[in-house]
């Protein structure tokens, strides 16, 4: 690998008080909050897997998005691959104890060689994890077996998904446990419905039913308590958001509520920045309330933004994933990122992927293109990966608050935070359906 694995992006904005408050904070409560996290993970247990979008502005350090069905899992450093495979026999043994198989449901875009390499990395870490696993696709055009050959020399073999009674399968395999990695931005598929076998993570989680400012209400709560045991302001750990009613961007029908809801967001940041002292101007990242891969996604700085938006602009906002149409979205507090990459100074953005309730590595999204109050989640992006499965787990509370090791470690801790928040959105949705699996 030609990146070194303790290789820190440079945060160009020195990180001011209420950061370092919290890296402090954070540092000095370090068994309280590994305590705090092992009673969490007894009530409410941790999603199957997860990623999780972080930012960090200097002053504020907080998540923007997360993911119940990542990938790329082939961006991570493999010096890491043991904690995978030993988080997913953990995951595995509490969710189904005498399971020996495990069928893995992937996108279906098998075009995009870089999520044909993630899946096949994901495949091999439950290979190693000691489980039978096959791949079974909901591709309708796939007629057989199909064996991709990958750029890195891998091949990955996808066979067509097929039901029999309450069961799905591919061939003559029918497994205990099935594990989604399709985020189902397309709806529902009906061969999914009613089954007998743990669907990880449920249907009720896909991007046809879940959205954004659910789980932020969740994670809202969850820094409210966290932050008390911690003893500092939720606002440096939460971005602030708000939400409309539906919205046709194309027809302009709910703009204005867009707009009001923009102002009044951009009203309680500048509070916020002025309690603070902090000299930069708020900004609103406005995004689809479902679905992933950066698209359904802009930034504005006022609500006259919204009404000035170009047929252009307002064209790439009312679609996402699969073309399915935008008609919610969420507003959401712009985060800026200070840390850059390399000698281009490339703005970067941490993302920390854990499976089960461990960290299991992480990576930078890097942008050579992109500001540092912009989407990195775009064409043009790389990614660098880094050491935090080591890192976010070991803090040197002998070392100054933002060393490498306790930014990391704050980093791992904001991730698992949201990730309770998602553990409680799966929680909420198994006692809706009557459903005692997690």
């Known amino acids: 690998m030609s990146q070194s694995i303790h290789t820190v992006p440079h945060l160009t904005l020195a990180p001011t008080g209420p950061l370092l408050l919290v890296e402090s904070h954070l540092l000095a409560h370090q068994p309280q909050i590994e305590a705090w996290f092992r009673d969490q993970w007894q009530q409410t247990p941790a999603p199957f897997y997860t990623s999780v979008d972080l930012r960090n502005a200097g002053f504020k350090v907080a998540p923007v998005d997360t993911n119940l069905f990542p ?186 509520c867009v707009a009001h809801n923009v102002e009044m967001l951009l009203g309680e940041i500048r509070r916020k920045y002025a309690e603070y002292k902090i000299d930069k101007e708020p900004y609103v990242v406005i995004k689809a309330e479902s679905g992933t891969y950066g698209m359904g996604i802009m930034t504005v700085q006022s609500a006259d933004e919204v009404h000035e938006l170009n047929r252009k602009q307002r064209t790439r906002m009312s679609k996402t994933k699969e073309g399915q149409t935008v008609s919610k979205v969420i507003l959401q507090e712009g985060v800026y990122t200070f840390e850059s990459w390399g000698s281009a100074e490339a703005v970067a953005e941490p993302v920390v992927y854990m499976i089960d309730h461990f960290v299991v590595g992480g990576f930078y999204r890097v942008h050579t293109e992109r500001g540092v109050n912009e989407n990195l989640n775009a064409p043009g992006m790389h990614f660098e990966p880094l050491a935090f499965a080591e890192s976010c787990n070991t803090p040197d509370s002998k070392a100054e608050p933002d060393a490498c090791n306790n930014r990391f470690y704050a980093y791992g801790v904001i991730a698992r935070l949201a990730m309770l928040a998602a553990a409680r959105e799966v929680a909420e949705h198994a006692d809706s359906e009557g459903c005692a699996e997690v």
């Open 71 to 256: 990938a790329g899992f082939n961006n991570l450093n493999t010096a890491f691959e043991p904690l995978c495979v030993q988080a997913i026999q953990s995951a595995m043994e509490r969710i189904h104890p005498s399971a020996r198989r495990l069928l893995l449901i992937p996108e279906n875009h098998t075009r995009n060689l870089f999520y044909l390499e993630s899946l096949t990395s994901l495949y091999d870490f439950i290979l190693k994890a000691g489980y039978e696993v096959r791949i079974g696709s909901l591709l309708p055009d796939l007629d057989g077996p199909t064996t991709f050959d990958l750029p890195s020399g891998r091949q990955l073999l996808i066979e067509p998904l097929v039901r029999e009674g309450d069961k799905v399968g591919v061939g003559d395999f029918f497994p205990c446990v099935v594990l989604l990695n399709n985020d189902l931005s397309g709806g529902r598929p009906p061969i999914l419905e009613g089954l007998k076998q743990p669907l990880l993570p449920p249907l009720e989680l896909g991007w046809s039913n879940r959205i954004k400012s659910a789980h932020f209400t969740h994670y809202r709560r969850v820094a409210e308590e966290f932050s008390k045991l911690v003893e500092i302001d939720p606002w440096l750990i939460d971005p602030l958001f708000r939400n409309c009613g539906e919205i046709d961007f194309m027809k302009r029908d709910g703009e204005e």
